[in-house]
């Protein structure tokens, strides 16, 4: 040390602050016997403890409970401690009644933990997911299936929505307590909650049909044209009218052909499951109310005008993003070949359908004025291939918009993850991207297409009343996934006897289905009578807009 250089002297530490670096070893270390000697010591030196002390001991303790041999120890001390924090007048918040609302369930008081959670609201605490969680497990596991009930619906009133824990848990109880109509419900909840099912939550489902109680329910008699009007309704995949036939249950592991989307067990066809009606109609809205707050109001009002009496297209195109594919080398440029090598590629594999190319105008003009590619536009326009958008918008919001209103495909390889896609959420948008997002690729100049799934890796329920459930593995990769295939032998036989007099009636009767088939509510195929719905005769397609008018060279 230089000489003349002062002694540096450690500042002495205030109980408080010796207090706080001893409970955040305890803490690092899990070690609640000693937290707990140290509360003591500062409970006795009257150390003036804050609202951070209180939740770090509280914590310990309800992490403590797992622990058998100090399970009464967390017990008996966090309750002691709750009751001295409110005492000395220090509030709790979100995290000290979730510890505590564990503590209650693992003491086996699944009311005493949903009473903390009801009165969160005396303290302006918004609850969340997890402070719910102790007393609904607690419910389930005790078999109190309508408490469970409540809890569920408390979260809905707040506005907490389940995830697949809660509900598989929901389920088991229901299950266990012979409520079949429950136990429809929550598949139908595990359904919308994600995609695969964990094993245990497949375990749950195998033991509901595998049980008594689940051969009873259902009708006999149901309404197969009310059956077929729903799933058609809801994108397909799923119909929500109930449970249909009764008897036993047959239950089997499967796997899934990845071309034929056929169930290797029952040779059901599984299907692609888009957005229903109400949510794509939903999602067309927002995409539109977002593209009216950053655009000139006036171009994508016409736009949507245009596009109203336009409504034929099946596939959407991004012109910039394929135009400009792999062109980051010296004499990289725009890809007009690219972009008509997809045109192309769409236009036979509809079967003489061309789809619509969104383009931005400033990128349009500079194309144009090269006198090789005058003659391409000059064509695409008479055939009503382009849409130019006007200057000073972006046409991601065109191309979007477009493809969610028409509800057809969209060719891009732009993985949408800007900050304007993040506006959308992804409640809806990731489900609708997996149904209609068109990649490609060019390898040594040789156009391939990476069409969407031929089935939907998600629950579903058949018109059959079958059931189909995807079960998450290390891999989450089909074909080698392994599903729960659920069918009814007197069902399905009954079905396969009014599909074989369809199908005789109709003289075979199976539409040609194109390639290029929009995974929509217009082209999911029935597999019961084995018929295709398909869009209507295409109506004559108008020019280009006006405003891409080629002035003369």
């Known amino acids: 040390m230089p000489m003349g250089t002062p002694k540096k002297i450690k500042k002495k530490q205030t109980p408080e602050a010796q207090f706080h670096s001893s409970l955040t070893l305890c803490s690092k270390h899990k070690d609640l016997p000693a937290a707990i000697s140290l509360y003591e010591s500062a409970v006795s030196q009257n150390t003036r403890l804050n609202h951070h002390h209180f939740n770090t001991l509280l914590y310990l303790c309800s992490n403590s409970v797992a622990d058998p041999s100090i399970k009464q120890l967390s017990l008996e001390n966090g309750f002691r401690m709750f009751d001295h924090m409110l005492s000395i007048g220090i509030l709790p918040n979100e995290a000290t009644i979730t510890a505590m609302a564990r503590l209650a369930a693992a003491k086996g008081d699944g009311d005493y933990a949903f009473g903390l959670v009801k009165g969160m609201e005396k303290y302006k605490i918004f609850p969340r997911l997890r402070s719910y969680d102790p007393a609904l497990f607690c419910f389930c596991e005790k078999l109190e299936a309508e408490k469970a009930y409540e809890v569920e619906e408390h979260m809905g009133m707040v506005g907490v929505s389940l995830e697949e824990p809660e509900i598989a848990a929901l389920l088991k109880v229901s299950a266990e307590t012979g409520n079949g109509e429950r136990v429809y419900g ?23 049909f595998c049980g008594g109680a689940a051969c009873e329910v259902g009708e006999v008699n149901w309404d197969s044209v009310r059956v077929k009007e729903s799933v058609l309704r809801n994108g397909g995949g799923w119909h929500g009218q109930g449970w249909i036939g009764k008897g036993v249950w047959d239950v089997r592991r499967a796997n899934v052909d990845l071309s034929s989307s056929q169930c290797s067990c029952c040779d059901e066809r599984l299907v692609c499951v888009d957005l229903d009606c109400a949510e794509t109609e939903r999602f067309a809205q927002s995409v539109a109310a977002l593209a009216m707050e950053r655009e000139v109001k006036s171009n994508f009002s016409e736009f949507q005008d245009w596009l109203d009496k336009h409504a034929e297209y099946e596939a959407i195109v991004d012109g910039a993003n394929i135009g400009l594919y792999q062109q980051n080398f010296a004499d990289g440029g725009f890809s007009l070949t690219q972009l008509d090598a997809v045109v192309k590629e769409l236009y036979n594999r509809s079967g003489g359908k061309w789809p619509l190319v969104v383009m931005h105008n400033r990128r349009f003009r500079g194309l144009v004025e090269n006198p090789s590619h005058r003659k391409l536009f000059e064509e695409w326009m008479g055939k009503g ?16 918009y ?152």
């Not at 800007?418 to 060019?442: A, C, M, N, P």
């Open 385 to 400: 291939i382009l849409y130019a958008t006007p200057s000073g918008s972006n046409d991601d919001w065109y191309w979007l």
């Open 186 to 208: 929550y598949l139908h909840k595990l359904r919308n909650a994600g995609r695969c099912v964990s094993e245990s939550t497949a375990k749950n489902i195998e033991d509901w």
């Open 402 to 553: 477009a493809a969610v209103k028409l509800k057809c495909l969209l060719v891009t390889n732009d993985e949408m993850r800007d900050h304007i896609f993040e506006l959308l959420g992804s409640s809806f948008f990731l489900k609708w991207k997996e149904r209609h997002q068109v990649r490609y690729t060019f390898a040594k100049g040789n156009l391939k297409l990476q069409m969407p799934p031929t089935y939907s890796s998600v629950i579903q329920e058949s018109e059959n009343g079958s059931w189909h459930v995807p079960v998450a593995d290390e891999s989450c990769q089909e074909p080698a996934r392994t599903w729960l295939c659920i069918t009814r032998q007197s069902v399905s036989k009954a079905c396969g006897e009014v599909s074989q007099k369809l199908a005789s009636s109709q003289n075979g009767g199976i539409c040609d289905n194109h390639e290029l088939r929009s995974c929509t509510s217009d082209s999911v195929a029935s597999h019961n009578d084995k018929t295709t719905i398909v869009t209507g005769k295409r109506k004559e397609r108008s020019p280009s807009p006006s405003h891409l008018n080629i002035s003369p060279a």
